[in-house]
């Protein structure tokens, strides 16, 4: 009998569904069911050297491409692992149902127009999701996927890849891509190749969660327009990330991550493709921006280790290319470390009089062709602490003089970086100046042939990255990172007003300056007893930007300049003739701030609840200078974040000004999180803008605050 969604628990039906994704990934026997359709679909299966049954169904034809049919799938000799799936959407409900009731594995749905188009296509999905069961359905609207350890070609038509034992898994929403990236030139090795299609049965999570567990799998690279369950999806990187397997993902497409209504400048500043960074480094994983960087990521981590930090070793033989890679290094993290003075002393004897010891290190043509002479030079570099070794070089194409001396260098990099106990890279300033030969080469003797500058440091920088975070959080500090699932906020919002929010964020632990609010007509008093200087500000629920509204008064010194004060305001924010000025919230100045940050808090209803922290103030949104943390965050992972701000400078004491009180900072910062935390399941949105960091030993405090929540 079929089991449906309804049947056990929804984390039952995810091991079982994960578990036939196993059977359909390395399965003992393929099932073919469709037409005339199937003809390529087995005549690629076959010349992929599949060395289990191959079985087709149809109950017009005695046989396809030489493949007997019979005329249904419960006529088949046992329940198929894998089964290709090519007849009409309609009918494809009912195959999948027979499937599931006999206990098979899993089925690509090569069928379209589903849930892709709409309408009627949505219901035909949820039918055959309801069909299917515990099948590990790939798809539907998918081309399907491709096994290169064990032949398996699960394919509607040609590919590119090759027989190989171990390598990278592919797992793409683009049919289109999946089957490109089988035909690159790039020597990147693929054992897995998965197109996910509409994603109806499993999503990114069930299949990163499997490849992990694959010996084979050297890496995971991701091709994603949308990711549907975030904490799933987390979890599944967390499993990949404990197990060593590095991901690498290229996040395509505007991201539409639910709706906001922006009352806070939080909102404005978080940004969806910004939420997808803050998810994707808290999780250790390499973000590419095109397709040939996410194919040099994936070359370098499968064919060699990680680096353990972000010093790299650059050589190369021409002063450009020392110059293109000193400049590109540093944004995006990679340190050159110049040569210990001992260091610079050998160089400088093996090297010519007119030859300049630093790092990158141009070793010039004075030792080209000579192997022994490169292989002191780069060893005696290697000799001070380096985390990885790379070589820049351009191959002449065949037929050309010099290939055989670019070997030579190749070789020396190699053995130097083995002795260094450190990884090896060598990279191409194009991608066409590394050819089939050497690549395969470099591959073999387990460094990285990468193509491409941009393209190989930023793959360099993404390997020092995980490298990095694999060294800090270990496996068993992985856990921490999972982010909890998020539940749908009441319909109806309330905006507190500054009082409420600053009192509301205090119980946490945020400091707030000394002030009460009060009645209009007592505001002068109150001032007198808080002591001068002090604020003023109108507390009203209309009022969520006072700045911009006139609904502040800094500096007061007097009772004279409150009452002075409230009459502008009133004046400005008269309504319909009438005074509105009811309730102030009258505060302490404080006049010793070092720096000015914004500290805020936005709801996604995908990724989750967001820290984003950044310069404050009123120049929040000119200078858009912030960072992003999902939440839970750690206060190692705001003080990283804190140091990444271009104000981090003021903090540290700029131009001779006092630094800031940067452990009270994290503090504010934390207990801003800690409420966020306390109340997930109604906080829509919050700013603390700005907190004022004071000078060392002085603190930090919430010169204003906003807080909007769902109400029960």
Same mark, same amino acid.
Request: with cysteine; proline share 5%.
């Given at each position: 009998?079929?089991? !449906?969604?309804?049947?056990?628990?929804?984390?039952?039906?995810?091991?079982?569904?994960?578990?036939?994704?196993?059977?359909?990934?390395?399965?003992?026997?393929?099932?073919?069911?469709?037409?005339?359709?199937?003809?390529?679909?087995?005549?690629?299966?076959?010349?992929?050297?599949?060395?289990?049954?191959?079985?087709?169904?149809?109950?017009?034809?005695?046989?396809?491409?030489?493949?007997?049919?019979?005329?249904?799938?419960?006529?088949?000799?046992?329940?198929?692992?894998?089964?290709?799936?090519?007849?009409?959407?309609?009918?494809?409900?009912?195959?999948?149902?027979?499937?599931?009731?006999?206990?098979?594995?899993?089925?690509?749905?090569?069928?379209?127009?589903?849930?892709?188009?709409?309408?009627?296509?949505?219901?035909?999905?949820?039918?055959?999701?309801?069909?299917?069961?515990?099948?590990?359905?790939?798809?539907?609207?998918?081309?399907?996927?491709?096994?290169?350890?064990?032949?398996?070609?699960?394919?509607?038509?040609? !590919?590119?890849?090759?027989?190989?034992?171990?390598?990278?898994?592919?797992?793409?929403?683009?049919?289109?891509?999946?089957?490109?990236?089988?035909?690159?030139?790039?020597?990147?090795?693929?054992?897995?190749?998965?197109?996910?299609?509409?994603?109806?049965?499993?999503?990114?999570?069930?299949?990163?969660?499997?490849?992990?567990?694959?010996?084979?799998?050297?890496?995971?690279?991701?091709?994603?327009?949308?990711?549907?369950?975030?904490?799933?999806?987390?979890?599944?990187?967390?499993?990949?990330?404990?197990?060593?397997?590095?991901?690498?993902?290229?996040?395509?497409?505007?991201?539409?991550?639910?709706?906001?209504?922006?009352?806070? !400048?939080?909102?404005?500043?978080?940004?969806?493709?910004?939420?997808?960074?803050?998810?994707?480094?808290?999780?250790?994983?390499?973000?590419?921006?095109?397709?040939?960087?996410?194919?040099?990521?994936?070359?370098?981590?499968?064919?060699?280790?990680?680096?353990?930090?972000?010093?790299?070793?650059?050589?190369?033989?021409?002063?450009?290319?020392?110059?293109?890679?000193?400049?590109?290094?540093?944004?995006?993290?990679?340190?050159?470390?110049?040569?210990?003075?001992?260091?610079?002393?050998?160089?400088?004897?093996?090297?010519?009089?007119?030859?300049?010891?630093?790092?990158?290190?141009?070793?010039?043509?004075?030792?080209?062709?000579?192997?022994?002479?490169?292989?002191?030079?780069?060893?005696?570099?290697?000799?001070?602490?380096?985390?990885?070794?790379?070589?820049?070089?351009?191959?002449?194409?065949?037929?050309?003089?010099?290939?055989?001396?670019?070997?030579?260098?190749?070789?020396?990099?190699?053995?130097?970086?083995?002795?260094?106990?450190?990884?090896?890279?060598?990279?191409?300033?194009?991608?066409?100046?590394?050819?089939?030969?050497?690549?395969?080469?470099?591959?073999?003797?387990?460094?990285?042939?990468?193509?491409?500058?941009?393209?190989?440091?930023?793959?360099?920088?993404?390997?020092?990255?995980?490298?990095?975070?694999?060294?800090?959080?270990?496996?068993?500090?992985?856990?921490?990172?999972?982010?909890?699932?998020?539940?749908?906020?009441?319909?109806?919002?309330?905006?507190?007003?500054?009082?409420?929010?600053?009192?509301?964020?205090?119980?946490?632990?945020?400091?707030?300056?000394?002030?009460?609010?009060?009645?209009?007509?007592?505001?002068?008093?109150?001032?007198?007893?808080?002591?001068?200087?002090?604020?003023?500000?109108?507390?009203?629920?209309?009022?969520?930007?006072?700045?911009?509204?006139?609904?502040?008064?800094?500096?007061?010194?007097?009772?004279?300049?409150?009452?002075?004060?409230?009459?502008?305001?009133?004046?400005?924010?008269?309504?319909?003739?009438?005074?509105?000025?009811?309730?102030?919230?009258?505060?302490?100045?404080?006049?010793?701030?070092?720096?000015?940050?914004?500290?805020?808090?936005?709801?996604?209803?995908?990724?989750?609840?967001?820290?984003?922290?950044?310069?404050?103030?009123?120049?929040?949104?000119?200078?858009?200078?912030?960072?992003?943390?999902?939440?839970?965050?750690?206060?190692?992972?705001?003080?990283?974040?804190?140091?990444?701000?271009?104000?981090?400078?003021?903090?540290?004491?700029?131009?001779?000004?006092?630094?800031?009180?940067?452990?009270?900072?994290?503090?504010?910062?934390?207990?801003?999180?800690?409420?966020?935390?306390?109340?997930?399941?109604?906080?829509?949105?919050?700013?603390?803008?700005?907190?004022?960091?004071?000078?060392?030993?002085?603190?930090?405090?919430?010169?204003?605050?906003?807080?909007?929540?769902?109400?029960?």
């Amino acid at each position: 009998m079929t089991k !449906h969604l309804s049947s056990g628990s929804s984390s039952d039906l995810t091991r079982r569904r994960r578990g036939n994704l196993r059977r359909l990934l390395s399965p003992r026997h393929l099932a073919f069911v469709g037409g005339r359709n199937l003809a390529e679909p087995l005549r690629q299966a076959k010349a992929f050297g599949f060395s289990g049954p191959i079985w087709a169904v149809n109950p017009s034809f005695e046989s396809i491409e030489g493949v007997p049919c019979v005329r249904s799938v419960r006529a088949l000799p046992e329940p198929p692992d894998a089964t290709f799936l090519a007849v009409p959407r309609e009918a494809s409900i009912a195959v999948a149902r027979d499937l599931a009731e006999m206990n098979a594995g899993g089925v690509i749905g090569y069928a379209a127009g589903f849930a892709e188009l709409g309408g009627i296509g949505v219901e035909l999905q949820r039918r055959l999701v309801e069909a299917a069961g515990d099948l590990a359905l790939v798809g539907p609207n998918c081309y399907g996927l491709l096994n290169a350890a064990e032949g398996v070609a699960l394919w509607p038509s040609g !590919h590119g890849l090759s027989r190989m034992q171990r390598g990278a898994a592919i797992v793409a929403q683009s049919g289109n891509l999946a089957l490109n990236v089988t035909m690159n030139l790039r020597s990147v090795p693929f054992v897995h190749v998965i197109s996910m299609g509409n994603q109806a049965c499993l999503g990114l999570a069930d299949y990163i969660a499997v490849l992990a567990e694959d010996a084979r799998v050297t890496a995971i690279a991701l091709y994603i327009e949308g990711i549907t369950d975030v904490a799933a999806f987390a979890d599944a990187a967390i499993v990949a990330l404990e197990r060593g397997v590095p991901i690498v993902a290229l996040k395509a497409g505007a991201s539409e991550l639910g709706s906001r209504l922006a009352v806070t !400048h939080t909102s404005s500043l978080a940004g969806d493709d910004a939420l997808y960074d803050a998810l994707f480094e808290r999780l250790a994983i390499a973000r590419a921006r095109s397709v040939p960087e996410l194919l040099e990521t994936v070359k370098l981590l499968s064919a060699t280790a990680a680096p353990a930090g972000a010093r790299l070793a650059a050589f190369t033989c021409s002063g450009g290319d020392s110059l293109m890679v000193a400049d590109a290094a540093a944004p995006i993290g990679i340190a050159l470390p110049q040569p210990t003075a001992a260091c610079a002393a050998t160089l400088r004897e093996l090297l010519p009089d007119f030859a300049t010891v630093a790092n990158p290190l141009d070793y010039n043509t004075s030792l080209w062709g000579d192997r022994d002479a490169l292989l002191r030079c780069f060893s005696a570099t290697l000799a001070d602490a380096y985390d990885a070794a790379l070589l820049i070089i351009d191959y002449p194409h065949e037929g050309i003089a010099g290939r055989a001396e670019c070997d030579i260098s190749v070789d020396a990099l190699i053995e130097a970086a083995r002795g260094a106990g450190i990884p090896a890279m060598v990279a191409s300033t194009l991608p066409e100046l590394l050819p089939a030969d050497a690549r395969a080469h470099i591959l073999a003797a387990g460094a990285a042939p990468l193509q491409g500058l941009p393209e190989a440091l930023a793959a360099i920088a993404a390997a020092m990255r995980y490298g990095g975070c694999r060294r800090e959080i270990g496996a068993a500090g992985a856990r921490a990172l999972a982010l909890p699932s998020l539940a749908p906020l009441a319909a109806s919002r309330r905006t507190l007003d500054e009082a409420q929010s600053k009192a509301a964020l205090a119980s946490h632990g945020l400091p707030i300056p000394a002030g009460r609010a009060v009645p209009a007509a007592k505001a002068a008093r109150a001032a007198e007893e808080i002591g001068f200087p002090v604020v003023l500000k109108v507390l009203a629920p209309f009022l969520a930007h006072k700045t911009e509204a006139g609904a502040v008064a800094l500096g007061l010194n007097n009772t004279a300049e409150v009452e002075a004060a409230l009459a502008r305001m009133n004046s400005v924010l008269m309504r319909e003739g009438q005074p509105v000025v009811e309730t102030v919230l009258v505060e302490e100045m404080v006049t010793d701030a070092v720096a000015e940050l914004i500290v805020g808090v936005v709801r996604d209803e995908r990724l989750g609840l967001a820290l984003v922290i950044g310069s404050g103030g009123i120049l929040v949104e000119l200078t858009k200078d912030t960072q992003r943390l999902l939440l839970p965050a750690s206060r190692a992972a705001i003080a990283t974040a804190l140091s990444r701000l271009a104000a981090a400078k003021l903090l540290s004491g700029y131009r001779g000004r006092p630094a800031g009180d940067l452990a009270a900072t994290i503090d504010a910062i934390a207990a801003v999180a800690a409420f966020a935390e306390a109340n997930r399941d109604r906080l829509v949105e919050l700013d603390v803008n700005p907190l004022l960091v004071r000078p060392q030993g002085r603190g930090a405090l919430a010169a204003d605050a906003l807080v909007r929540i769902a109400t029960r």
